[in-house]
């Protein structure tokens, strides 16, 4: 069954360390998308993808990036761990796929702790 | 003050209790409105899809929305055990991810007690 899928699930790091979390779909959906999940605040966007070579900002996008090569991955990196970025990050993916709307489907999340 | 306002909640009722999850929102030009579902330690998953006004059933659930008064519903009823998540309220401009952001409320935590 087609799937997307989150590593590590759970990492913890130290401040001002590089961090790469990695989000891998086998959908062949050309949206993907990096949210962050916080009390209070729900889910919000960091960066998302519409296609291999397409990357632009979310709500939340400083101090993280992301590139996309192929289809399948979108890995979102934090160039400097700060504290403030401890937080539950989910992956996303959707496509129209002949519907009248785009669901988008959700990985597992990764628990990420800097320290 | 955030687009899309929800009450976190928690909120405890017991098991065959009818539920009632609400938000409301400040942007008008929302069109789509969604709900999803989302089990501790789990990702999100999508629950309910609306589109303007009015209601939409599918089994125990019902989503309700009123534009007029910028305000959203889900209604479960015949509540179970299983329905235990936390419920995160959703709305867009448009129906396509390409075109318009999806906004998501805090989302409220629900528990139904046997």
């Known amino acids: 069954d087609a799937e997307i899928t989150q590593s590590p699930r759970h990492k913890i790091t130290e401040t001002g360390r590089q961090v790469t979390l990695a989000c891998h779909q086998t959908?062949?959906?050309?949206?993907m998308f990096w949210y962050r999940q916080d009390l209070g605040h729900g889910l919000r966007l960091i960066h998302y993808s519409y296609g291999v070579q397409d990357t632009n900002k979310g709500e939340v996008s400083d101090g993280y990036s992301v590139s996309r090569s192929n289809t399948e991955d979108l890995p979102l990196t934090l160039e400097s761990a700060a504290s403030s970025q401890t937080s539950v990050y989910f992956c996303?993916?959707?496509?129209?796929?002949?519907?009248?709307?785009?669901?988008?489907?959700f990985g597992p999340g990764t628990r990420l702790t800097v320290l | 003050q955030k687009e899309v306002e929800q009450d976190p909640g928690p909120l405890s009722v017991p098991e065959g209790a009818i539920v009632s999850l609400n938000c409301t929102y400040s942007n008008s030009a929302f069109q789509y409105f969604m709900w999803y579902r989302q089990y501790s330690r789990k990702g999100p998953e999508l629950l309910m899809y609306t589109y303007s006004s009015g209601n939409k059933e599918d089994g125990r659930f019902t989503a309700q929305v009123d534009k007029s008064s910028k305000y959203i519903s889900l209604f479960i009823r015949d509540s179970q055990p299983s329905d235990s998540a936390t419920y995160l309220c959703a709305m867009s401009r448009a129906a396509y991810s390409s075109a318009s952001k999806i906004i998501f409320g805090s989302g409220t935590r629900l528990s139904i007690r046997p």
């Open positions: 959908w062949n959906h050309n949206n």
């Open positions: 996303a993916s959707s496509d129209l796929a002949g519907g009248t709307t785009d669901t988008q489907y």
